[in-house]
């Protein structure tokens, strides 16, 4: 074998997985088998699943063995780069706009991440709300997305922002009913691998990251007023929009 026996091993074994060979719900041979097969420890063979786990490929269930994960077909969430309003008020996805909040909201005052704070122009030692909701189909209870919002404590401190129930509209109404008004928006898109508890609150399998969307928002004066990071599982969920014509891009037919 070229290169560590276990990676040799895992190489082997995603290679079947792709074509077919375990299809999802398949179990894989036993460590022992997998050892035996190759003449390796059967150390070596759980380093080689445990590639396969940290990847998502897999997992361990127990007395069940190591069973290929099914891969759900992914919602294409259409940022369009719009906002959208209904009776709740603005909304910025309409995947996501039947959604409800499955508990109601951590309210709390805290220190931000670096980027948070940096992108909200607050010291690092400096406290700010924090809104937490986590958010799902209310008829399966299902969470589909965590989001989180940071107020600077200039904005919120003292007012109906830090309390539970915002009224009608959520805390974008009540900014623009504050003096911030209108309220403009700019997103991010990235992944990161999820915390332990994110993983356990979304029901993430080992090895799947998180779709991260961060939005701010921000006053008419360029002050930034709110920060929003979503979370939601790369699994489930991919991010897709339109791809328009620049006056520059002339077909040449």
């Keep these: 074998m070229n290169g560590p026996a276990y990676r040799q091993i895992a190489a082997d074994l995603r290679g079947a997985i792709e074509r077919g060979e375990y299809p999802e719900q398949a179990v894989l041979p036993k460590i022992t088998e997998i050892a035996r097969n190759y003449g390796t420890s059967k150390q070596t063979a759980r380093e080689a699943i445990a590639e396969l786990e940290a990847e998502g490929l897999v997992e361990v269930v127990r007395r069940r063995g190591t069973v290929v994960r099914a891969r759900p077909a992914k919602r294409r969430l259409t ?113 990161r691998m999820p915390t332990p508890t994110e993983a356990e609150r979304l029901h993430l399998a080992k090895g799947v990251p998180l779709l991260r969307i961060v939005r701010t928002t921000t006053g008419p004066d360029g002050t930034v007023v709110e920060v929003n990071d979503t979370r939601m599982s790369a699994d489930d969920f991919e991010v897709g929009y339109s791809v328009t014509r620049h006056s520059s891009a002339r077909p040449t037919g």
């Design 79 to 191: 940022r369009s780069r719009q906002v959208f309003r209904d009776e709740r008020g603005y909304y910025f996805d309409p995947t996501a706009q039947p959604w409800r909040a499955l508990e109601a909201p951590t309210i709390s005052w805290g220190r931000p991440p670096k980027d948070v704070a940096l992108m909200l122009g607050t010291q690092p030692d400096e406290d700010v709300l924090v809104r937490d909701r986590i958010m799902g189909d209310p008829t399966a209870d299902r969470p589909m997305q965590l989001a989180t919002s940071f107020l600077p404590a200039a904005v919120a401190r003292g007012t109906r922002l830090a309390e539970r129930d915002t009224g009608p509209g959520g805390i974008y109404d009540l900014l623009e009913e504050m003096g911030h008004h209108p309220l403009t928006w700019d997103e991010t898109v990235g992944s």
